[in-house]
């Protein structure tokens, strides 16, 4: 690829994760790491959970535009 791929995430980068579907909700992670499938991810509140690329967005809005 010689353009980078908006699903490429870098260490430190901030991302959103829809967090509940029903109500609407996403949360503001910081990515740590790639395992090469999932990336773990903090939120601010020191919680981690792994995510796949498909379920990490740049925005709230995009985040939200997936849900259809």
């Known amino acids: 690829m010689d353009r980078m791929d908006a699903?490429?995430?870098?260490?430190g980068d901030t991302c959103?994760?829809?967090?509940?579907?029903?109500?609407?909700q996403s949360a503001e992670y910081k990515v740590?790491?790639?395992?090469?499938?999932?990336?773990?991810?903090?939120s601010r509140t020191g919680s981690?959970?792994?995510?796949?690329?498909?379920?990490m967005f740049r925005s709230k809005e995009e985040a939200f535009a997936s849900l259809g």
Not at 16 to 24: D, G, I, L, M
Not at 32 to 42: A, P
């Open 7 to 11: 699903k490429e995430w870098k260490m």
């Open 16 to 24: 959103y994760v829809v967090t509940n579907k029903k109500k609407r």
């Open 32 to 42: 740590l790491s790639f395992d090469g499938r999932y990336y773990f991810l903090e």
């Open 48 to 55: 981690h959970i792994n995510a796949s690329p498909s379920r």
